[in-house]
Each structure stands twice: as structure tokens, then as C-alpha cells.
């Protein structure tokens, strides 16, 4: 046997060619559009209806005089829907620059504090109040979970809010710091990718973006052509997912099973 | 405020108050509750009365003491089951707060059946980072865990002799309360094609009904009413003793029962407020 | 139950009673038993991991000679200048290796376990002759408009809005069937307490008595 054929024959499991075609596919949708932000071309992102829900926050905020709560999420920076939430900040606090309301923004990483820092002084100034930047508003609570938790109902109890914005990675205390602002009478929006904790700010909650818009509101605000690139990609991507499953779903009705016999991973 | 504003605005202590109270008094005054065996929970009692005496179980127990209500009982049912058949057992725990878990119910069953450390069950121990350790024991268990929980070396365990990898093992049947099940799923079955079950924590057990579907694990433990089920099956099959006390999940079905009607009852008044409310406030025929 | 059981067991039921307590309003007992727990927590986990992973992974194996361990070590320490203003452009590329072989491990096996197989084991028949023919139909329907529901490139206008509409109260009764699950799984988290802590009056009677 050849070498090149012997490299292939040990290196290589050709039961998993399928998953190769497909992933070289969808990574290629990425960098096309990745690609295609980078040339400037615009790319259609619906808009996200919780944004609407956040500028409602903000303008409710605005007529009570009260702070803005923005808490987001209990992991760290290398976490998607932290970075996510960092970029949504940024736009929050150009909201309420704009309108002179303060932001209070108790962070649970040491890590995040000076990305919060960094992107609420961006808002500010992008909204002309560079001088209302308040590094005081930006806290560093504790890293433990519930620690970290009493540490918001707190601020909740005691500042009491007008609006509570909960964007990012949350666990068991979502339920925890949804029921405490609820209990206050703020309104309030959240947005996780984490499955479990949905239900519990879909009830508790005003508004709740779920799952993937978390990262296609950043993407959208955001502009960052990475970011648009890849939602634009994944959307594809998710178009091709449904040909496929209709094809696949009718064609296995009429008996014809090779089609989706080649989806199957030996 | 009138009555359906009362209904809306009820102080969430007499929720707690009255749960308390509904779960205290079931505790002390149980009752028989029918239960129904799901085929997920009956397909892995099933597989494990199928395998033959001294064919080998991989039991991953990746789970806390916070989490043990649900998923001790599981852990305990699928021992004693094994152990009455002669089937071995190789264990391990890949949650950093599991291995006491699994210390407590090997040590127990062990002796209840008189089974010897190394000949009928090897207890691999603990090691961080689940996947990485799962792609290693694919290859050889060796690898991850030179040697078992007590510091004797694999290969002078006689129950090791003919095990390498997931190759040797009937099955894995993982146990877990957080993202272990996760890797066990990606890199155990998807990696290895190892055959694969999970007991899960009742939160956990809708995320893995798809994968069930699909096939990649033959079946699902879900929650303390999953544990109550094996339990049922366990004890149909003479593997478990409700004299003994052995049967903790399923004594637990009547508060389950009780709790369940009243979380109900508080969610229908809740929607009955609301709605009353909302309809009084807009009148009958307006909506805002 | 002996004196020690009575003592130890005692001691769980008072931590236990004292988490309770947050159900009325926050108090010292509370804040206490919160503090213990996370204490203990961290400080088993950190004994755990030096005996389990540092001394078998990097200290035993450097004994034995395997010197190639040195390099994931220095890797390990480059992290720790995350914490140096300074130095912490080092930490990067500890992070890189970590995220690139992550990546390179995971991702191919994600797309195949959470998405191919997912897409093979959806296709799937259809039909109302049978109620598997017609509950293929709820599993196919539901999967596609959740799909159209997360669809970012158009607007949830007309038939496109309504299909939308139809992933969203799909949705939304997956995350029902989730909360209640979850309440199952609180639930049962308090029975086993409460039948803790009914079986430890009765010891503790039964000892005093």
C-alpha cells in the first residue's frame, strides 16, 4: 500500500465522509458572508423584537427617573453569550446617555468588569455624555453564584429599578433575580441561550429573547462583520436544513430511503 | 383590590406555606400511588435482564450530593440489579463532587451481595475534565486512570485483565445532574459508538427525549419519577426490597402526587386572576 | 442512630432549616449556612483537583521522567498572567491552544451528534393513517417552525410570520413541559429533605426518649 493511501486508511474514517462534506459546507457559508460583510455589502438582519422591548425599559425608566439594572449573565468572557451581552450593553448605554438615567451594572467576573467598563464609556460618548460616565455604576459583586445573587437583590431591593435588563449566561438564580425585580415592579427583558432557565424568565419576565436572538440582537447592533457574517451564514445554513428535512421527510413517506440513508453516521 | 386582584397578588409565602405544609403532611401520612412505566425507563431495566453473568456494565456517576434525591435511588436500583445477576461493574465519576456519591453506593451494595473490590466491580475514581478523560478511556481506560480510586494499578485488578476500552463494555449507563451526560453523549457514543443509557435529573430529562429519538441512547431515566419506575421494575424482579427500605423514590411518589395538584391549583387561580382581572379592567367585549 | 449520628445529622437538619428560612425574608441564619456551603464547596473542589488532576497529571509523571509534561505545564502557567495588566498578552496563547484543540475536537462531533443525526432522525414518515404516521407529522411541523422562527434574513410577515408564529407556540410548550419537569425536580430535591428531616425528629425522640 501506498503511503499516502496508508495515511489515509489509518488517519482517515471514511464511515464519517457525510459529516466532513457537511461541515466544509457550513463553514463555507460563513466565511462567504463573513467575506461579504468585510466589503461593506449589506446584509438584511430582521429586527430583533426585544429591542423594541429594551428602548421601552429605557423610556420607562426615563419617565419614573429611576435607574437602569443591567445584569449580564454569572460566566466569563470566554463564554459567546457574555460577549454578546457586553455588545448589547454598549447600545443600552447609549439609550440611557441619551435620556440622563443611570445605569446600574453588577458584574459577577472580575474578568468582565473592565469590558463593562470599557463599553458603557463607549455608549456614553457615542451618545455625547462622555462627562455623565459614572465608573462607580460598574460593580464587581462576588464570583459565587448565589453570593453573586444576593448581591443583585439587593441593588433591586434597595435602588429599586424602573427596568431590569438580564442578558447573558444564566443558571439556577435566574429564576431567583427575575422573581425579586418582578416583586419590585420593574419591567423587565432577559435574553439566554441556556434551554433551562427560558422558562423561568418567559413567566417572570416581560419580555424574553430567547436563544439565538441573544447573539443576533449583538449582531445586529453590533454591525461587526465576523458576527453578521456568521448569522447570515448559520441562517443559510438553516434554510438548507429545511429543504433537506421537507425532501427528506417526503421522500421517506413514498418509501424512498437513500436520501436519508446518507445522513446516517455509521 | 378585589378578589381576582387578591388571587394575582397573593404574598408568594402562602405558596411556600401551603407546599410546605401539603409536602410535611404526605411525608407523614403516605399513600399508594399507581405508577406507569415509561418504555425509556423499561428499555434499560430490559437491557441490563438481557446481559449474561460476568459481562461487563460501565455505571459514568457524574452527580453531587445537591442532586442526589433524584438520582441516588437510580444509582442504587442499577447496583443491586447488576450485582443480583453477577454482571461487573466499572465505575467512574467525572463530577468533581461524585465521587463520594459513588463511594457510598458501591461500598453498601458491595457488601449487601458480597461482591470483592477488583474481581466483581473496579471503581475507576474521579478526574476533571469529562471530555477530554472520556476520549482517553475510548482508547484505554489506562490512560486517564492508571489506577482505580484506592491507588492500586489497573492491571493488577483481575477484572481489568480483559478490558481496554469502551470496546469491552456492554454499556455505559450514565448518571449525571449537569453537562457530563453531554460529553458522554458526544464523545462515548458519537465518537466510539459506545452503547449508551442516562439517568437525569428532572430538569435535564427534555433536552435528551431528541437524542432518544434519534437513537444515539437507548434509553432515559428522567427525574425521581424515572428512579421510581426502575425502582417498580427492580422490585417486580426481586432485585430490590421494600421491607428493607429499599425503595426511595417510589415512597416519594405520594408527595410528588400532592405537590403537583397543588402547584396546579395555584397556577389555575393565577390564570383565572389574571384573565378576570384583565377583563374587568377592559370590560367585557374590549381588549387592549 | 448513635450520639455521633444524632450530632452530624443534627447539624444537616439545622443547615437545612436555616436555608428554609430565605423562604420568609433574608437573615443572619441563612446568610451563614449560605456561606458554609459555598466555603466547603470551593475548598473540597480545590482539594479534589490537586490530588485527582495536579499530582497524577503533571507531579507523577515529571517523577517518572516523561519530561514532554513540562510543556502543558508552562502552558498552564502562561494563563495565570491573565491576571498581570502587563503580561497578560502571554496568557493568549495558552488560551489559543486551548480554544483551537477544543474546537478541533468538538465541533465536528457537535455538528454530527446535535445536528446530522438530529436531521436523519427527523426525516421521518408521515401520514394520518396511524398515530405514529400523525405524530411524525407534530415532530416534523414543530422542528421546521421553530426553524422559521429562528430565520434572521426575512420578516415575520405573512405566511413566512405565520409559520413563525406556529415555531413559537411550539416553543413555548417545550419550555412548559421543561418547567414542569423542573418543578418535578424541585420538588423532589424538598420530599427527600422533608423526609430527612422527618425521619431525624423521629430518631432524635426515639434517642432522647
Known sequence: MSPICLFLFLWFDFNRINVLIILVIFFLFVLYFINQAKKGKSLFVRRIAGLDAIEEAVGRATEMGKPILYISGIEDMDNLQTVASMIILGNVAQMTATYDVPLLVPICRPFVVPVAEEAVKQGYSKAGRPDAYDKNNIRYISDEQFAYTAGVNGIMLRDRPAANLMFGSFFAESLIMAETGFSTGAIQVAGTANIHQLPFFVVACDYTVIGEELFATSAYLSKEPKLLGSLKGS????????????LGALLETFGITKFSSWFFVR | MDLYDQMMNLDRRWVYLVIGLVVTITAILPFKVPLYITPEVRSVYNFIESLEPDDVLMIGVDYAPEVMAELHPMSYAITRQCFSRDIKLLLCCLHQNGPGMVEQVIAQVSKEYDKVNGEDYVYLGYKPYPGITILAMGQNFRIPFPEDYYGTTLDSLPMMKKLTNFDDIKAIINISGG??????????????????????????????????????????????????EYEDLAEKGGYISREKDQLWAFKSMPIQTTTHIVVILFIVLGNVGYFMSKRKKYGKYEHP | MNTHDIIFNGIAAFLSISIYTFLYKDNPLYKFAEHLVVGVSAGYFAVILYYNGFIPKLIEPLRQGKFEYIIPAILGIMIWTRFSRKWSWISRYSIAFYIGSGAGIAIPLYLQNYVIRQLHATMIPVGFSTWQLFSNILIVVGVLSALFYFYFSKEHTGAFGGVAKLGIWTLMIGFGAGFGLTVMGRVSLLSERVVFLRDYLAELINYIF
Open chain 1, 235 to 246: 441562517d443559510l445554513a438553516k434554510f438548507l436544513i429545511m429543504i433537506i428535512l421537507i
Open chain 2, 179 to 228: 453537562s457530563g451526560t453531554e460529553y458522554w453523549i458526544n464523545y462515548a457514543n458519537g465518537r466510539y459508538n459506545a452503547k449508551l443509557a442516562i439517568g437525569v435529573t428532572g430538569v435535564m430529562t427534555s433536552d435528551y427525549y431528541p437524542f432518544l429519538q434519534s437513537g444515539q441512547i437507548f434509553g432515559l431515566i428522567g427525574g425521581m419519577k424515572g428512579a421510581a
